[in-house]
Every structure is written in structure tokens, then in C-alpha cells.
């Protein structure tokens, strides 16, 4: 059992979850070697291109951990791939009242009810002007209003590499009770006139049929409205009475079934060659080659952060490293692509 697991994570879990994801901020505004901590292979056979970025590793940071971007830095020195920070709003947001995480600890899970809180557009964009890029970042957002996202949007995209779209938050409500077909198009149409660097589309993930023509109708519109991949996808909405609002977003390893199967589905219902980033439940190198072959061009991890340290994206990028001969992501077949 490595360091984090014997000694830091028990720690950790003495603390509310919000209060130890406070200290783990805390802990990466100090100078610590972040790059032999996550110790991220760096066999150049790894690197791959995300609508044209490049990156050392197909393994990022999901959004929703760096709610300012003020630790993007640290994060990428940790050797991720790339890093989305955010979720950013135009205007400044508190969330939902506390509690509004909750462990699951024997299935490595949580359930999450942020609501969003984060320093709005014009904050988060005066602090990643201050923060070197360690690595690609992009940032996530959100509104219920395409006015507010235009502007969220233009005012942060000269700091970042790319933009994810969140269109699957289940905490705020264009994600769920509005026509979101067309909003997403119209967003889309929106953005497109005027944006300059890469734009993902994040989905929300699907189990029922219906919630299946949904997601795979939005992932068409995406295609079709110019944003250059898709992120697969976003928690699960449950009940959870732990939480003062009652419900919130499944995240972590009880994901990780759905999520291969809705990026092999997504990846058939757009072609075959629309990049996917797979999201949720991903622990392992294992789960994460698993990812690549159902069709993802990346993966993005927040959850099994948590639960297995920094260590992990080191553990992730080793194990494809040694990926087995054959496999889908067989570095020997790359070439250092
Ligand atoms: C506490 C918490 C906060 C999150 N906040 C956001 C967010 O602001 N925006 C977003 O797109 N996703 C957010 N997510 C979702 C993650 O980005 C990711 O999609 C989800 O957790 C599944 O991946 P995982 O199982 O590796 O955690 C959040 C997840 C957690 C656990």
C-alpha cells in the first residue's frame, strides 16, 4: 500500500470532504516537487494530439477540482496530460448549501451537490493570467442563459488551450428541464462565430432509453454545430439524503461500466473518429486502456484522485506505457505518434 493510501488518505477522511479537499488546495499552493509526486511516465510513445493539442499523456483532470484555476499549475506538474479547470459561471455563484459532498467509501464514490461555486468569468480569468500553464488547460463552463456563457466564454478563452462546454451539469438547470437540443445548438451556433481555440461539449451520461436519444441526439448536434470532441460524460444524478439539498451527482468507480459503454455507443452514433474523452469511474491503467478501445482519444479522472492520491495519473500513464502488444493503445504500434 503506497504512502498516500497507509498514511495521507486516512488523514484525509478524519475531515468532511469539503474540508479535506480545502487542505488538499492548501497543500498544492506549496512548493512541492508535484512532478516526481504524480511521477507520470514521460515515454514519449504516450503523447497524443486532442483536436490538434498536443499532450505528453491521454489522461486529464477532470473539471470540478479546481473550481478557481488557481492550481492549474500544480495540477499540471502532477503530469497530466491536460487539466480543465472550472466549472466557471459568468457570474460569481456560492452553490448549494453545505453539506454537499458525501463519500461512499467501500465503493470508492461520491455523491456531489456543489451547485457550481466558483469565482465567476471575469475573477477566474484575472487569476489565470497569473498562473503559468504547466501544461494544456482548459476550463469548463457553464450558464442557463447563451448570453452569459458567450461572455464567460470570451472572456476566458485567451487564457486557456481549449473550452469544455458543461452541458450535463446536474446541478444546474439547462442541463435538465429545457429543451436542450436547441440550446446547445444555438449555443453552439453562438460560440462558433466567434471563438478561436477548441471547444469539447460535455454530456451527461445515459441508462434509460429515452435518456439515451437524448445524449446521442446532443452528441449529433455537437458534431454538427463545430465543436471539435465530446467529454463522456458527467456524473449521475441520484438521491441522497447526506446532502442539505437532497440530491446530487454520482461520481467515481460505480461509474466506470456506464462510462465504457456510453463512449462505445457515443463513439458509434458520431462515426468512429469524433474524439472522445472518457469520464468517470476511471481508477486503473486497466479501466483506462479499457477506455481507448471503446473509442476515447483521452481520459479524465477527478474521483479516483481522491481515493488513490496523486500517484495515480503516475500509475495510469505507467500502465499504458506497458501496455500489452495488440492492445489498442500499444505504444510500440505508436511510435512516439
Ligand atoms: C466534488 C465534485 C465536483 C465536480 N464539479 C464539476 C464541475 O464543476 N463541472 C463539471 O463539468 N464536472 C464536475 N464534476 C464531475 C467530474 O468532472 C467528473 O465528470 C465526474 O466526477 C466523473 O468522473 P470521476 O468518476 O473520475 O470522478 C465534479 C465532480 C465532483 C466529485
Redesign the pocket.
Known sequence: MGLYRAVARPLFFTLPAEAS?SLAQRLLDLPLPWERIGAADPDPRLRTTLAGIALANPIGL????D?TGERLDALGRLGFGFV?G??FTRAPRTGNPKPR?ARYRARES?V?A?G?P?PGAEAAARGLAQVPRTRPRFA?I?DEAVEDAVIAHSLLEPHLDAV?L?A??PNVSWGRDRDNEAHLAKLLRELGARRRRPLFV?LPPFRTDVERDVVLSLARIAQEGGADGL?C???RPVADRHLAVSRG?L???A?FDDTLRIVGEVHRATGGTFPISA????TSAGEALACLEAGATTV?????QIYQGPRLVGRITSGLANAPRGSAFDPADRGGA
Open positions: 479537499h477532470a473539471a470540478g477540482f473550481k480543465v472550472g466549472t459532498i461520491m456531489n456543489m457550481l466558483n469548463s457553464a469544455e458543461n450535463s451539469c460535455k467529454t460524460s458527467n456524473t451527482g461520481s467515481g468507480r461509474l469520464c468517470g469511474g476511471v479524465q479522472i477527478y474521483t479516483g
